[in-house]
């Protein structure tokens, strides 16, 4: 079934959206060549103008969802015969721009990974929904033209189906993009109780396709009170036993008491972990571990970064973290970067003592002294 008249019935008009929709599939091909997507920490170390290419991504990635949300309304006129007359050339644009916005998006944040310190499930589930969402929507854009200059209404509907899943596949792809820079509880943590649930259910689905099996971190060995040994007492030696007859004791059914085990409560699990869960594993953690560095362990905050010397027993001074925490905010090796909520000073004592008793992860509440400064910080 075909329905009048055809928008790209010019020559004209349809050579020239032929011609740049083929350069915009062939920019995507060379970009994916040229810098192949990675899904694990890269060999090499980029170069300035790659990265500096890559840190636009941010910016470019608000190109194609605006292009793309407008362009959901606009089909939604263009469903019908007179609404495709009117607008179906002003849909074609939008969707034009909206495939240039996301293959330039794509490409920046696939040369911005090449910064190192972006792995894990959220990572790999935003970079591929993205490829996927971008080849769909390039897809689309031909079948558009096609159903256009031929004036098929068949043809376009299955643009449509192909346009709106694409679209669909790459939100989902933003979300996890979302949780990447934001956190994992991002959306889902305020979000209206009947679909919490659900919407954690299906994250936790997809990541499990994406993810390694974590390898289980052991929990400290509880605290057992020692039993103290019984008194020694000078008794005479012992005399040979009278041989008399006695009537053995019946076996006693109460089981003798276990020693009393108690779990304290530890300084860097309860009290430093929540800081760096709260004000550092936004950018330092499984996902998007920048400069190569994670808090979200014990071992992995004493393993450090790319600069190494995150933190050293015994010499705050001598740890970077601290270093670079105690830097004026305006400076641009402060941590956490200006705009990012700070460390109060309480936990910047407290963090600075942990480091100067020795960065222990079985170090007792009970037994620390904390200065007074970080008082204010044990009671959060």
């Known amino acids: 079934m075909s329905y009048q008249p055809q928008n790209l019935e010019a020559p004209r008009t349809s050579r020239l959206a032929w011609a740049a929709t083929l350069l915009l599939i062939i920019g995507f091909v060379l970009g994916l060549v040229i810098f192949p997507p990675l899904y694990e920490s890269p060999t090499a170390e980029a170069t300035s103008g790659v990265l500096f290419i890559g840190r636009f991504h941010p910016i470019l990635l608000h190109l194609p969802v605006g292009a793309l949300m407008v362009l959901c309304l606009m089909e939604l006129i263009c469903f019908t015969r007179r609404g495709e007359e009117q607008f179906g050339m002003a849909a074609l644009l939008t969707l034009w721009v909206g495939a240039a916005g996301s293959v330039l998006a794509v490409i920046a944040g696939i040369m911005l990974s090449r910064e190192g310190g972006y792995e894990g499930g959220n990572f790999s589930l935003h970079q591929t929904l993205a490829l996927i969402g971008t080849a769909g929507v390039l897809s689309s854009l031909v079948i558009r033209i096609y159903a256009m200059g031929q004036g098929n209404r068949e043809v376009m509907h299955a643009y449509r189906a192909v346009f709106f899943g694409s679209f669909g596949i790459m939100s989902l792809g933003a979300h996890f993009g979302g949780n990447m820079s934001h956190g994992s509880k991002f959306l889902t943590e305020h979000a209206p109780e009947p679909i919490k649930g659900q919407m954690i259910s299906v994250e936790k689905w997809m990541l499990e396709f994406v993810e390694k099996p974590k390898a289980k971190t052991p929990e400290p060995a509880p605290v057992v009170a020692p039993t103290p040994a019984p008194a020694v007492v000078n008794a005479p ?70 600069n190494g010397r995150n933190f050293v027993a015994g010499k705050p001074d001598e740890s970077l973290s601290i270093q670079r925490i105690a830097l004026p905010v305006d400076d641009d090796e402060h941590m956490p970067p200006d705009g990012k909520e700070q460390l109060t000073p309480a936990e910047f004592a407290l963090l600075r003592y942990w480091v100067q008793a020795g960065a222990s992860a079985t170090q007792k509440i009970s037994e620390a002294q904390f200065p007074p400064e970080a008082k204010e910080a044990l009671s959060n």
């Not at 009537?247 to 430093?272: C, G, H, Q, W, Y």
């Not at 709260?278 to 014990?298: I, V």
Request: proline share 13%; hydrophobic share 30%; net charge negative.
């Open 237 to 306: 030696a012992p005399r040979a036993p009278a041989p008399t007859t006695t009537t053995p004791m019946p076996a006693s059914n109460t089981p003798s008491p276990a020693p009393s085990m108690t779990t304290e409560k530890l300084v860097f699990r309860d009290l430093i972990l929540p800081i760096f869960e709260a004000k550092c594993n936004k950018c330092h953690n499984e996902d998007k571990s920048k400069g190569d560095l994670r808090l979200d362990t014990y071992e992995m905050a004493m393993q450090g970064g790319e």
